[in-house]
């Protein structure tokens, strides 16, 4: 009788070991596969924002509510790249030279083939040129698949949350709000329940977006992250 209660008081001694172990790493462990999770969402939230930025300045001002639209925008879209080769003198900008009359003064010559006003003007070495390049190869990095932006990283398929709003200022002048988000519940699903609760908690508390995000449909940030 003896020896089986030895045996249960080593088993619950064991077991209450096993408890503070778990209450001690329980809270670690969420920590760094969160900070993993987060990183990776982050990531790619920057990914829509720099292809909704590039996005916006080739079309009026405007970003897109649609990922179908993004993507395809990511994939065939070219933007513009000023060539620039020579700089003008400060003897030329004082005697009323501006880079647009330059370029117009070199254009002209191109299509008259008279070069005398070129050499006039000493821009026999002065050349700008706009030259197209690929969305795809400019802002991205090399093999990054723009299919790839509308998922959520670790959201077993979920996809980002994300719209548009135009609004006026004060000015009368009118602008387009952007927002893109997912939150805690999707990219920390799988991982402890009462510690993804205690986060959204504390964000409610706060008033804050229980999540990740870009942007505000409520107010223009310029696209910031509610990490940053």
Same mark, same amino acid.
């Given at each position: 009788m003896?020896?089986?209660?030895?045996i249960v008081l080593g088993l619950c001694a064991l077991a209450l070991v096993y408890i503070c172990y778990a209450s001690i790493m329980g809270p670690?462990?969420?920590?760094?596969?969160?900070?993993?999770?987060?990183?990776?969402?982050?990531?790619?939230?920057i990914d829509i924002r720099k292809a909704?930025?590039?996005?916006?300045?080739?079309?009026?001002?405007?970003?897109?509510?649609?990922?179908?639209?993004?993507i395809h925008f990511v994939k065939t879209a070219k933007l513009p790249f000023i060539y620039k080769k020579g700089e003008l003198t400060d003897k030329q900008m004082e005697d009323g030279l501006t880079e647009k009359k330059a370029v117009?003064?070199?254009? !002209?010559?191109?299509?008259?083939?008279?070069?005398? #006003? /070129? =050499?006039k003007w000493g821009l026999e070495n002065f050349e700008r040129d706009t030259l197209w390049t690929a969305v795809l190869d400019t802002?991205?990095?090399?093999?990054?698949?723009?299919?790839?932006?509308?998922?959520?990283?670790y959201g077993n398929g979920a996809q980002f949350e994300m719209a548009i709003?135009?609004?006026?200022? !004060?000015?009368?002048?009118?602008?387009?709000?952007? #927002? /893109? =988000?997912?939150?805690y519940t999707v990219y920390l699903n799988g991982l402890d329940p009462q510690e993804i609760a205690n986060k959204i908690d504390l964000q409610t508390k706060l008033g804050k977006y229980a999540g990740l995000m870009i942007g505000s449909l409520e107010t223009a940030n310029n696209n910031a992250g509610n990490w940053e």
């Amino acid at each position: 009788m003896k020896t089986v209660f030895n045996i249960v008081l080593g088993l619950c001694a064991l077991a209450l070991v096993y408890i503070c172990y778990a209450s001690i790493m329980g809270p670690i462990n969420f920590e760094k596969a969160e900070k993993i999770r987060e990183q990776a969402v982050i990531a790619r939230l920057i990914d829509i924002r720099k292809a909704q930025t590039e996005y916006r300045n080739l079309n009026n001002l405007q970003y897109t509510p649609s990922f179908d639209t993004l993507i395809h925008f990511v994939k065939t879209a070219k933007l513009p790249f000023i060539y620039k080769k020579g700089e003008l003198t400060d003897k030329q900008m004082e005697d009323g030279l501006t880079e647009k009359k330059a370029v117009s003064i070199i254009n !002209k010559a191109k299509k008259t083939g008279n070069y005398a #006003e /070129v =050499k006039k003007w000493g821009l026999e070495n002065f050349e700008r040129d706009t030259l197209w390049t690929a969305v795809l190869d400019t802002i991205f990095p090399k093999g990054f698949n723009p299919d790839s932006m509308r998922y959520v990283p670790y959201g077993n398929g979920a996809q980002f949350e994300m719209a548009i709003k135009n609004d006026t200022a !004060k000015s009368g002048a009118p602008f387009c709000l952007l #927002e /893109v =988000k997912t939150p805690y519940t999707v990219y920390l699903n799988g991982l402890d329940p009462q510690e993804i609760a205690n986060k959204i908690d504390l964000q409610t508390k706060l008033g804050k977006y229980a999540g990740l995000m870009i942007g505000s449909l409520e107010t223009a940030n310029n696209n910031a992250g509610n990490w940053e």
